[in-house]
C-alpha cells in the first residue's frame, strides 16, 4: 500500500491550497481516509476525515468552514481543499488510510489508521 500526498507549499493568508493523496495498492473503496497534521516534534492532530463511502464527513473545529475533504474514487484519491489559510496552518500534513466493515464511519484517531503516506508540507505567511 502506498498513499502518495502532493500540493503543499507556500501561500498567503488568505489565500487557497489542495492538498491530494493518491491511494494504490488496496481496494480504495473500502478505506475510511483522514487528514492529519503536524509540527516537527509535536504530536499529530487530526484535520478531517471520510467515510469511504462518502457519506460522511468531519473536521477539527478551527477548519470547519474553510477546508473541504471528499474523494475521487476513479481515481484512488483524497482530497483536503483549504481555503481561507492561516499562519496557523503551517504544518506537515499526512493522509492515512484504514479498511472500515461501516461504508459510514469516520475515523478521527491516529490509532484507527494503519497505512500512512509520507507528509507534504504547508507553510501559510501573515
Known amino acids: 500500500v502506498q498513499l502518495q500526498a502532493s500540493g503543499g507549499g507556500l501561500a498567503q493568508a488568505g489565500g487557497s491550497l489542495r492538498l491530494s493523496c493518491a491511494a494504490s495498492?488496496?481496494?480504495?473503496?473500502?478505506?475510511?481516509m483522514g487528514w492529519f497534521r503536524r509540527a516537527p516534534g509535536k504530536e499529530y492532530e487530526f484535520v478531517a476525515a471520510?467515510?469511504?463511502?462518502?457519506?460522511?464527513?468531519y473536521y477539527r473545529d478551527s477548519v470547519k468552514g474553510r477546508f473541504t475533504i471528499s474523494r475521487d474514487s476513479a481515481k484512488n484519491t483524497v482530497y483536503l481543499q483549504m481555503n481561507s489559510l492561516k499562519p496557523e496552518d503551517t504544518f506537515v500534513y499526512y493522509c492515512?488510510?484504514?479498511?472500515?466493515?461501516?461504508?459510514?464511519?469516520?475515523?478521527?484517531?491516529?490509532?484507527?489508521?494503519?497505512?500512512w503516506g509520507l507528509g507534504t508540507e504547508v507553510t501559510v505567511s501573515s
Open positions: 492515512a488510510a484504514k479498511f472500515t466493515t461501516d461504508p459510514s464511519k469516520v475515523l478521527t484517531s491516529t490509532s484507527e489508521y494503519l497505512y
Open positions: 495498492g488496496l481496494n480504495f473503496g473500502y478505506y475510511a
Open positions: 471520510i467515510s469511504r463511502s462518502a457519506s460522511s464527513t
